[in-house]
Structure formats: structure tokens, C-alpha cells
């Protein structure tokens, strides 16, 4: 008995070693490049480097701050972000819950086909993207990108929120059904309010996706106004005079901020949507 508990402990201390030196590994980028956007001018590419900013400055975020582009683009993906979440919910809420609740000739086949072609490589069809963009005039559009945006996500949600409708009871949207609900309703005022944290996880991988987008973003935007913050991003790696490394961290650091305080504000509909499906699986 003690040892199967020093055994135990052993491979507690062990997880809670590897979570924690993943965590460094994942985390140490992104502190690096919080201390360099810190930094003034001149202390960024000394030797040795200077591991703590010292004097602490704000002109990298005030030259972002103060530039008309950028705050451009982080409205273009909030834009785009927010868009594609509302089509993709709309049209994959629905139909998974008939996927859930309703049996027909060819279901899973079909279900197999729809997860299908999200497994298609984006880069394989952005030529034919673009030419159809350019075709029907709707290169630097924000609905165009929207539906492209969604036609790529839409399965993965509807496998998604299938799983989450399969969790709740039947008998409480027959007991809607019988109390004079219609279908629709039963939909709206029982199911909808139970998967709240699955559509919420839902949101944010959606969130996260479109926000992080870079091949969608140049390939169907031309034009400076409608460049996406990816887009924008990159566009400071191919300044004629160099890299500016204090304004690009800053930048990132901008970049980097939107999906961390989406994810803190919804973390635990996220945690509770994830466990459900996990439950489910």
C-alpha cells in the first residue's frame, strides 16, 4: 500500500514537472518578446543582451498606437472574427442538431463527407479562391471572406455542436413539446441555454482561427485598409530598412492580447464545453 502511494506521487511530481517545463518552453517566446517591446532603440540588439528592460519605455507601442493602419486591422479581424462566428453557429447549430436528433438514409455518410472537406488543404484552393474573387468582384470583401472563412469551419462546428446537443436529455424538449413549445422553440428555450458552454467553446476556436489567419487574409485583400492584423504583422518583417524589432514585438504583443483576454473572459464556458464533449466521447 504505502508503495503504490509513493508511486502515485512519483508520477504526480512527474506530470506537474513536464506541464511545467512546457509551460517555460510555450511561455519563454512570448516573454522575450513582452521584454523587447520594452526596450528602448538602442538596448534591443546590444551584446550581451539585456535581459530586463532598463529604462522601461512605451514608444514602440506608441508608434503602433499612432499609426492609421494599424488599428485598421485589428478592426478588419475583429470584423471578420466576430462575422464568421455568427454565419457559422447560425448555419452549423441547426444542422447539428438535425445531425443529433433526427435519423435518415445516409447520415453518417454524409456527416464523413461534410467533416471531409474541412480536411482539405486551405493553400490547395486559394488560387481558385482568388480567381473567383476577382471574377465576381468581390476581392476586398468583408462578406466574401466571411463565407470563406465559414465554409472552412462550419463542419468542424457542426461535428462540434452535434456532440454537445447529444449530451442533453431528450425528454426535456418532449416535455417542452407537450407544455405547447414548437420545435423551434423547444430549440431555442431548452437546448440553446444547455450547450451555452459548448457554443462558447465553439466561439473562441473560431475566435482563434479567423484572428490568426495570415493565407486567407493576403490572398483575398489587396488593399491596405482591408489587410487583416496577420497580414499587417508580416508587412513589418518587409520594411526596405530593415527589421524594426521593438515596433514588430510591440505589435505582436497587440496581436497576441484580443485572443488571451477572450479566452480569460470565457475560460470556464470553455473548460465546461470541452469537458461536455469530452464526456461525451
Known sequence: MPSSRGSARLVNVLTYAILSLGCVVALAPIVWGLLTSLKAQANIAIYPPQWVPHPITLEHYNVILASKSVPRFFLNSLLLSIGTILLSLCVATPGAYAA????????????????????IPGISI??????????TKLLNSYPFMILVYGA????QA??????????VPRDLEEAALMDGCTLLGALCRVTLPLIQPGLAAVSILIFVFVWN????????????????????LVRY???????WWGQFMAFTIL????V????????KRFIEGLTTGWIKG
Do not use: C, N
Not at 255 to 258: D, E, L
Open 255 to 258: 496581436a497576441i492580447a484580443p
Open 126 to 135: 486559394l488560387i481558385p479562391i482568388y480567381l473567383l474573387a476577382i471574377r
Open 237 to 243: 518583417l518587409q520594411d526596405t530598412l530593415g527589421v
Open 100 to 119: 443529433a436528433r433526427y435519423q435518415f438514409r445516409g447520415k453518417h455518410a454524409i456527416l464523413l463527407t461534410v467533416l471531409a472537406t474541412s480536411m
Open 213 to 232: 489567419d495570415f493565407l486567407i487574409g493576403v490572398t483575398l485583400t489587396t488593399q491596405e485598409e482591408m489587410r487583416t492584423v496577420q497580414v499587417g
Open 158 to 167: 457542426i461535428w462540434f455542436i452535434k456532440g454537445f446537443v447529444e449530451v
Open 260 to 267: 488571451l483576454l477572450a479566452f480569460f473572459l470565457l475560460q
Open 152 to 155: 472552412w469551419l462550419i463542419p
